[in-house]
């Protein structure tokens, strides 16, 4: 029987026609995919996608773009350099946040890894292990939240990324916090019955409590 959470976000889905973005998923490589999960955090998405075109200039987002070319490419004008003329100064957890994106791009090269499409080849098993708890291990300043997000844009829609803004959605939505198995689990089933996938349906729900609150009908009465 579906829980408070799940009927509650079924029924909230339904009354603000929450759509899923059917071009969800944006880059076609996996340097994209790691700068974007690295440069999102704690920052506008408009500066990642003003930091993403920047790149494109030097970089162009392709299938055959590989990390190797991005570490060489950061590596031609040094972090400090690259960070103010391409990318962002922003830093996390301390560091510059183009080197936090040049140690998981090394990561992924260390194990094999030059495309989205070689990651794509793991099974689903071996994808989480080298994310979810390797990569998190490996590379300071990436937590089980940002490698959550990067399992999504590395073609990974089974997973949600239970964010600020998700988290504060949803436990508006369930009426008390709610834990991220809780969170996938609701998303999920909702997804499912939506025809649209877990990580569309939270990039959605993530596009409407970005552009302000509106009143939940179970607590205004309507």
Known sequence: ??????????????????????????????????????????????????????????LPDTQELRFSRFLADVQSLGAEVYAVNVLTRQRLSGRLKVEVACDVARFFVEHGIETRAKFQERDIDQSEQLVLTDLVAAVHGVGPVLARYLLILLGREDHVKPDTLLSRLLADIGGTPQSMEAMRRAVSIVAAEIGATPARLDNALWKYESGGRRSLSWKTGE
């Open 1 to 58: 029987m579906p829980d408070l959470l799940t009927e509650r976000l079924r029924t909230f889905v339904h009354e603000q026609n929450i759509h899923p973005d059917p071009l969800f998923q944006p880059y076609h490589s996996g340097v994209y995919a790691v700068v974007d999960c690295v440069f999102s955090s704690q920052a506008r998405y408009a500066a990642v996608t003003a930091a993403l075109n920047r790149m494109g200039k030097r």
